[in-house]
């Protein structure tokens, strides 16, 4: 038993963090998935794992770092892309709201680590060292060109690196990554680390930038949007394939930004992609942009008979799994409440009474 004066800030922070230390990694590594389904598990913000039949395992936008940290903080630089839209300059509040669900240095088997865009809640240097240091050697960071630009710089081989736009098609065991044009407008205002082609243009080439990803697997086809806001294109993803659950940036946007999707947004995608599901991802992690996933249930209640929705709302948890299509039905995530073992042993009472 540790004694009080051992124990040091360091001590502290390398007992307690993350905070899930490595249960969801254990989850994930056991999960036998079942044929014609897919299993997925939230790792906070937008990050993805995916697993399939054939054990094709891959992850998207998995980020491990954190926001504000302290109260004292310089302006917003003008060119930040938050300030360019608003004219504000004061540093927004965002702390980190959600614990981080899985250590990505006790990742041993991933088939691939893709990254929507560059924003740093979406592209992860530790996640990138984890996986060079301890998975396989050719595993492929896949992303549009900006993210492959910081990936090297962060000092990952250029030959691990894939740069992908819209059209491409990446096979990974029995899953096809089908690569989708993105929508995000907040990265066309975002200064990446490294000049692009696009450089000095008045309207950059998004494809450089962001995309959006369509995970074709044998229990059904995922699209993962990344950061990208309500589109139009989002009905003609859905006239062009087969998207089965959706998952799309929700949140609470401050006055005078707009940088996630509303609770109406979130519907019109889903109608918009005729997915069989909508799940609403990002509201969970910055404290000043948290939005009630009940509004999406609420009004998808006042509108599902009107306007004929053939899709349904899955309100999540971080770290929560979702296997398709065994879980369509569901409508909100409980994690594991235990216990599946009452009364398997005897009780030890002094009586009865005391249940």
């Known amino acids: 038993m540790s004694q009080v004066n051992e124990i040091t800030r360091e001590s502290w922070v390398l007992n307690t963090f993350p905070e899930w230390g490595t249960w969801l990694n254990d989850e994930i590594a056991a999960e036998h998935v079942a044929a014609k389904s897919v299993a997925m598990w939230w790792l906070g913000c937008v990050g993805l794992w995916v697993k399939t039949p054939a054990e094709a395992n891959i992850c998207i936008d ?16 003008p060119s930040h892309q938050m300030a360019r839209m608003s004219g504000a300059r004061s540093a927004q509040p965002n702390l980190r709201s959600t614990p981080m669900v899985m250590d990505p240095f006790a990742i041993r088997e991933v088939d691939a680590v893709l990254a929507t865009h560059y924003h740093a809640d979406h592209i992860d240097i530790n996640v990138a060292a984890a996986v060079l240091k301890n998975c396989a050697s050719d595993v492929p960071f896949i992303g549009p060109q900006a993210c492959v630009d910081l990936w090297i710089q962060w000092g990952v081989p250029a030959g691990r ?9 990446v096979s990974i065991k029995d899953m096809e990554i089908v690569v989708l044009e993105s929508s995000d407008r907040t990265i066309l205002i975002t200064e990446p680390q490294k000049p692009l082609a696009d450089s000095g243009n008045p309207i950059p080439d998004m ?6 990803y369509l995970l074709k697997t044998p229990g059904g086809n995922i699209y993962h949007s990344g950061d990208s806001h309500y ?9 062009q394939h087969q998207i089965d659950v959706a998952l799309g940036s929700f949140g609470e946007n401050p006055i005078g930004i707009t940088d996630k999707m509303t609770a109406i947004d979130i519907l019109r995608m889903g109608e918009a992609l005729r997915t069989d599901v ?3 991802f990002h509201h969970d992690i910055w404290c000043n942009m948290l ?4 509004e999406i249930s609420t009004l998808f209640e006042m509108r599902r008979h009107r306007l004929q929705y053939r899709f349904v709302p899955f309100i999540w948890q971080p770290g929560g799994k979702f296997i398709y299509p065994q879980d ?28």
């Not at 589109?231 to 006239?239: D, R, T, V």
């Not at 939005?291 to 009940?294: E, L, P, S």
Request: aromatic share 10%; charged share 30%.
């Open 207 to 212: 494809d450089l930038r962001s995309v959006n």
């Open 328 to 355: 369509r039905d569901r409508r909100v995530y409980q994690h594991p409440r235990g216990f599946p073992d009452i009364f398997d042993a005897e009780t030890d009472l002094p009586f009865p009474s005391f249940l």
């Open 62 to 77: 998995f980020w491990c770092g954190v926001g504000k940290r302290r109260k004292a903080l310089p302006d917003m630089k």
């Open 278 to 280: 909508v799940i609403p």
């Open 231 to 239: 589109s139009n294109m989002y009905a003609q993803h859905g006239k």
């Open 161 to 169: 690196c894939r740069v992908v736009k819209p059209g491409d098609v």
């Open 291 to 294: 939005a009630d996933t009940n």
